[in-house]
T-cell receptor, first 115, second 115 residues
Framework: GENVEQHPSTLSVQEGDSAVIKCTYSDSASNYFPWYKQELGKGPQLIID?????GEKKDQRIAVTLNKTAKHFSLHITETQPEDSAVYFC??????????????FGTGTRLTIIP | NAGVTQTPKFQVLKTGQSMTLQCAQD?????MYWYRQDPGMGLRLIYY???????DKGEVPNGYNVSRLNKREFSLRLESAAPSQTSVYFC??????????????FGEGSRLTVL
């Protein structure tokens, strides 16, 4: 089965700086890579996702890059703000053939933005 | 906009007691999921229901049962609680089709402690 490793487990950055979270996956069949953000006391919420037919996707201050050859993908947050403080989860699956029941999550990164 | 509603939010049980976690969604989603979240282990799928009338085991189903009561509701039952089931439980839903994005919508979680 799929195995997703996520690093670092904790990350502190100064407000305004950039943050990068990295994930690696093991199953070459995986083709869908979402990122979820979990604020304190809340459930995770999808913030961005990427499919294996593209190498990069951006949405305002958030971007995700994918390297299929190396089997790793990364979340980049630029110009960080206090509201970016949260736990971030990466995930991988072969979509749509397997659906969310095969979605494998990383272990999470607690991001703290220092004012 | 209620989205995914879980009850109860907090529960303390003694070993061997039983309880049911309730989940309801008002987004007309067809697929529903139960995850558990433990420190350093990310989100792990317990059971899922791809459509009304069907349920299947996920990654960690032992000690749990589920019922898809109707299209809106999906409950998780612990028949004989064990300390290893101390966790935060999340219900999630999505509208699953071959062309859907697969975005999961999560509830706010139920924190369960088994003494």
């Amino acid at each position: 089965g799929e195995n997703v490793e996520q690093h670092p487990s904790t990350l502190s950055v100064q407000e305004g700086d950039s943050a990068v979270i990295k994930c690696t996956y093991s199953d070459s069949a995986s083709n869908y890579f979402p990122w979820y953000k979990q604020e304190l006391g809340k459930g995770p919420q999808l913030i961005i996702d990427i499919r294996s037919n593209v190498g990069e996707k951006k949405d305002q201050r958030i971007a995700v890059t994918l390297n299929k050859t190396a089997k790793h993908f990364s979340l980049h947050i630029t110009e960080t703000q206090p509201e970016d403080s949260a736990v971030y989860f990466c995930a991988a699956t072969a979509f749509p053939n397997f659906g969310n029941e095969k979605l494998t999550f990383g272990t999470g990164t607690r991001l703290t933005i220092i004012p | 906009n209620a989205g995914v509603t879980q009850t109860p939010k907090f529960q303390v049980l003694k070993t061997g007691q039983s309880m049911t976690l309730q989940c309801a969604q008002d987004m007309n989603h067809n697929s529903m999921y139960w995850y558990r979240q433990d420190p350093g282990m990310g989100l792990r799928l317990i059971y899922y229901s791809a459509s009304e009338g069907t349920t299947d085991k996920g990654e960690v189903p032992n000690g749990y049962n589920v019922s898809r009561l109707n299209k809106r509701e999906f409950s998780l039952r612990l028949e004989s609680a064990a300390p290893s089931q101390t966790s935060v439980y999340f219900c999630a839903s999505t509208f699953r089709t071959s062309g859907s994005s697969g975005e999961l919508f999560f509830g706010e979680g139920s924190r369960l402690t088994v003494l």
